[in-house]
């Protein structure tokens, strides 16, 4: 926190104070963090970050606010996983997954909602709130409850079944919208001009976001300090990429790389949702929004907010974009399962059947290091996979019974 310098538009560069506040006055661009780069990298060093705690807040010189055991649950440093067989099948080389399932409330929305509400307590907020589509709403309940926070979260009311109960189990105000979640971000951002909330997605979004940074940083650390050469990362807002990206290359700027990295940024998303790669197919600088109609709920923004800066980052990398169907997304979320032992959500087969796509088209090469961007768990998408989640075979308990499923002769003893 002591290297955060103020608040900077996106757009047009007009600087701002430290406040929970998300555009700019002149040109209503996004704000983003600016930090004193030199003096971090007269502050970190590779051996102090791998002293510190075996989460994101390992990297707390390079983020927004200091680490508040209040609200700190433990996200972050999931396991960067060697994804050999998932590699073999789609014809790849050096591929890894970043497990983020295995998070607090299992995504990678535990990293953003650690930052966001530990820098509302700074500020002095007494209720934690969001717009969601799913995995948000686990993590602000979560950290709202562990931080004794009053918590209200607002999702579309069609969510899954799995999405509502994880939220609503932590005891704090769940109110189902009637309406997707383009329509619920609109009622939040009116909320949040009449409430005193933390909206962390909204008048705290500017902090929330860089906490995406620490995936990029520890991707980095767990190469042995190196960046890969290419990464799938799945789109919904379009933050998660563009943050991912500005990671690695923040890491040779405080000198904890080497060299400059030149990541290639590739971006994946649902057929039924997908503004952004329909732009990127269409040639285009404009993102047209769409009614999202796709399993993969946790990426269903139509009106992506940093849509037009992911899709600048594909192109200034020299990545890809694919649009994948429902049955690609479910067959990936059954291939990376079946691979690598990973469950992952509707999103992460979105990402695996991206990655697989782009293989395809010779887009990701065998001849590169490339990482995966998991983000969520897939017991909270069950019902996208629950025809292909039958028992093997259902037999009386007997050694005859289970002779006749699977004889001996055929099956190896
Ligand atoms: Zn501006």
New binding site residues.
Partial sequence: MAYVQGLR?R??G?EYEVAPVFT?E??F?PLEVSYDYDAIRGAVSREKIAAGPLTMWRYADLLPSDRNPAVDLGAGFTPLVRADRLAAELGLGELWVKNDTVNPTNSFKDRVTSVALAKALEFGFKVAACASTGNLANAVAAHAAHAGLKSFVFIPADLEQGKVVTTAVYGGNVVAIDGNYDAVNRLCAELAGTYPWAFVNVNVRTFYAEGSRTLAFETAEQLGWEAPDHVVVPIASGSLLTKIRKGFDELAEVGLLDEPPAVRVSGAQAEGCSPVARAWLDQSDTIKPVKPSTIAKSLSIGNPADGYFALDAVRETGGGLAAVSDEEIVDAMVLLARTEGIFAETAGGVTIATLKRLAEEGVIRPDERVVAYVTGHGLKTLDAVVDRGHPTAVIAPTLDAFHEAFPPDRFEQ
């Fill in positions: 538009c757009e047009c007009r700019c002149w040109c661009g």
